[in-house]
């Protein structure tokens, strides 16, 4: 259906001017409790960088638990904001990344239990999963949702192993977990953390590689073509809560951060 944008431009009000009072963020914002708990997992995560090992993991996982709790108190506390969406967004990339980069690092330093002769091999599917699942896909989803208004939940749903991952909880919060755990596994060097975590690793990055094949610019119009007409206009429905990292946790785009599209008048017509 239509957003707040619209149903005010129906109304009267210029579009441009609806898109900007809706994007500015308030001051305020940056004191909600849900940001706040970002800021501490931008912390978490720095005291991360400074260890090594065992508190590395310590600190790092404890960044993950909170990743858990910022959509909760967003919605509790009726704090959803644009600023905490694309914050919250940003770290989860961020961490990703330096746990996986840590792992190549370690890997190919001799840190870990894995062998000498599957070192490089190793470190090159932690560096691909950097480019291609964390930067890349990712990073196509968000443009396709957030410029062109194609739903995120459901890109990608011709494949069994997208809509596993993506519509299950269970799945969802398995394959996360265990993507993190695979990291860190090899920066402690723990073969059974490591080889318990694999499976939801491999299948983590094989849905999300999917998902980008299936997303591509050249598709993008078929992508879009398969949603009810009133979600194509307006993109997914924004709430804090809906995610690929933890389930519950994470916000899809507010208001503010759609595309407001102008119509033309009859007089330009």
């Known amino acids: 259906g239509a957003g707040p944008a619209r149903t005010r431009e129906r109304f009267g009000e210029p579009p441009s001017r609806c898109a900007a009072s809706e994007g500015r963020m308030k001051f305020k914002e940056l004191f909600y409790v849900a940001n706040i708990i970002d800021y501490a997992r931008i912390l978490t995560l720095y005291w991360a960088l400074k260890s090594d090992g065992w508190g590395f993991l310590g600190w790092y996982s404890f960044s993950y638990i909170l990743d858990a709790f910022d959509g909760y108190a967003a919605r509790a506390l009726n704090q959803e904001s644009r600023l905490g969406y694309y914050l919250d967004m940003v770290i989860d990339r961020i961490s990703s990344c330096i746990c996986l980069h840590f792992a190549a690092k370690a890997v190919l330093s001799h840190d870990t239990f894995v062998p000498s002769n599957f070192a490089w091999p190793v470190a090159l599917v932690l560096r691909f999963c950097i480019v291609m699942v964390e930067l890349v896909a990712h990073g196509t989803v968000m443009f396709l949702s957030e410029v062109l208004g194609v739903h995120q939940k459901q890109m990608g749903y011709d494949y069994a192993i997208v809509r596993m991952y993506l519509s299950d909880k269970r799945f969802l919060s398995w394959a996360c977990i265990s993507f993190e755990g695979f990291g860190l596994g090899l920066i402690v060097s723990s073969p059974t953390l490591t080889l318990l975590s694999f499976p939801g690793f491999a299948f983590r990055a094989a849905a999300n590689v999917t998902r ?28 804090r809560g809906s995610s690929d990292r933890l389930g519950h946790h994470r916000a899809a785009s507010p208001p503010g951060a759609q595309v407001v599209r102008r119509t033309r008048s009859r007089s330009s017509s």
């Open 212 to 239: 980008l094949i299936a997303i591509m610019p050249a598709r993008a119009a078929r992508e879009k073509g398969k949603w009810p007409e009133g979600q194509q206009s307006d993109g997914e429905v924004p709430k």
